[in-house]
């Protein structure tokens, strides 16, 4: 059932959930080429990268040897190469880190990150929308229905042709509210070295069949002996919203809490589900329970399932 949208929210927002939006950023586009290249990214990545075929692309994580995440990249199978897709901020550290492992064996990365724009699309009407020459048709991604990977040239074209289509340019307000109300997590704010793949829902980026890769033991055991302590979840906050970082602790236990229950990444204000968020609940705070700031007991954090719903 989808939800209704008040007159007063924002037209971008309105758009991009009814019609048709449009939002360019800025990604890490690093490609990795050489007879060994394929192997190489076998091994450091948890997606199946050997079995893509020309075209596909997957979503993918790379961990360390205790199996806490390093990065979040999209996959993009190309002819002759694999092209990672990065958070932009993530790109030095990421090029870094591959660059570490990549010592005698045949493999060139290169930065391609300045030639190339991700033009992310929003609402039901991303699908009538073709990718022009030159860019790549990637799937759509958390609040994203498709988007285009196209070279910083032929951006200009690609924005006239949809703002001809009746597309509207989404602000990166709208675009944050977006996110949390789909149960995207962002690296560097939802995600980081501190947290394990399954924390973070990671499932269709984690191959079960694929041989051995960084990180493959701890995930392997942690599945078939046990469950992560913590999980990703969406927060609703009926009282107000929660500032990220924010502790949360259990009604009845002591402020501030001996024991942290969970903890606020994300919070917006959205005009169809009011104050609402992203953060961690530990494993046996159930969908539903109410949890309380630790530094302002006076404001709850009702735990919700991802992606949010009426």
Same mark, same amino acid.
């Given at each position: ?39 190489? !990214?076998?091994?450091? !990545? ?48 990421? !090029? ?50 498709? @988007? ?24 990166? @307000?709208?675009?944050?509210? !977006? ?132």
């Amino acid at each position: 059932m989808s939800a209704s949208i008040p007159s007063a929210a924002p037209t971008d927002y309105r758009s991009a959930r009814e019609s048709l939006g449009h939002r360019a950023r800025r990604n890490g586009v690093l490609d990795v080429e050489g007879a060994d290249g394929v192997a190489f !990214l076998q091994g450091q !990545l948890t997606q199946d990268v050997k079995a893509m075929a020309p075209g596909e692309v997957r979503p993918a994580a790379a961990l360390t040897p205790k199996g806490k995440l390093v990065f979040l990249a999209r996959v993009l199978a190309l002819p002759d190469r694999l092209r990672l897709l990065v958070a932009a901020d993530s790109r030095e550290s990421v !090029l870094a880190h591959l660059k570490k492992y990549v010592v005698f064996q045949k493999v060139a990365i290169a930065d391609r990150s300045s030639g190339f724009v991700l033009v992310g699309l929003y609402g039901p009407r991303a699908g009538q929308i073709a990718a022009p020459g030159g860019a790549v048709p990637l799937p759509g991604e958390g609040e994203f229905s498709a @988007e285009i990977l196209i070279p910083s040239g032929s951006l200009e074209d690609l924005e006239r042709a949809l703002e001809s289509a009746g597309s509207a340019l989404v602000s990166e @307000e709208t675009a944050e509210v !977006l996110r949390v109300e789909t149960g995207r997590p962002r690296f560097g704010r939802d995600a980081d070295a501190s947290n394990f793949a399954d924390e973070i829902g990671l499932d269709a980026a984690i191959s079960t069949t694929k041989g051995c890769y960084i990180g493959q033991e701890i995930v392997a055991r942690t599945r078939t002996y046990g469950r992560v302590n913590r999980r990703l979840v969406g927060f609703r906050f009926p009282d107000g919203a929660i500032e990220p970082g924010s502790l949360l602790k259990r009604p009845e236990e002591p402020s501030p809490g001996k024991v942290e229950q969970g903890r606020v990444t994300s919070a917006v204000l959205s005009p169809v589900f009011g104050a609402i968020g992203l953060g961690y609940a530990f494993r046996d705070v159930p969908a539903g329970a109410r949890l309380l700031s630790a530094a302002d007991p006076s404001r709850g954090a009702v735990v919700a399932a991802l992606p949010f719903s009426p």
